[in-house]
């Protein structure tokens, strides 16, 4: 939805990510988690890229996007269940990178 509401475009995969052990590597620390995913439509790369978004997580059974972030603006998301608790936790970085990105965008909006 977040990649639609910024004007990429999404396609359907012919069968879909569903379950809890679904690898995902982040592109920037080439760490893998294992994910819980329940999806059936991917975001086309080459259209995340003419909105100004970049690839952060790649899906690793098919390579498909798995998360992107704008490079300009502070937006992100990943295309799984970045469950904190309960589940699985390998993900729970996200929510630390999402508060340090809402802080430096508070930071430079109050200058």
């Known amino acids: 939805m977040l990649a639609l509401a910024l004007g990429a ?6 069968f879909g990510h569903r379950g809890a052990n679904q690898p995902v590597r982040d592109v920037d ?5 294992i994910t819980s995913q329940n999806h059936g439509f991917c975001v086309d790369e080459d259209s995340l890229e003419a909105v100004g978004c970049m690839v952060t997580h790649r899906h690793l059974n098919d390579g498909t996007v798995a998360g992107f972030r704008h490079q300009s603006k502070p937006i992100m ?5 970045p469950e904190a608790s309960p ?18 965008a508070k930071f430079a909006l109050s200058e």
Do not use: N, W
């Open 29 to 33: 620390t080439g760490v893998v988690e």
């Open 77 to 81: 998301g990943v295309q799984y269940h």
């Open 9 to 14: 475009t999404t396609y359907k995969l012919k």
């Open 87 to 104: 589940g699985p936790h390998d993900s729970a970085y996200l929510f630390e990178r999402f508060i340090e990105m809402m802080k430096t």
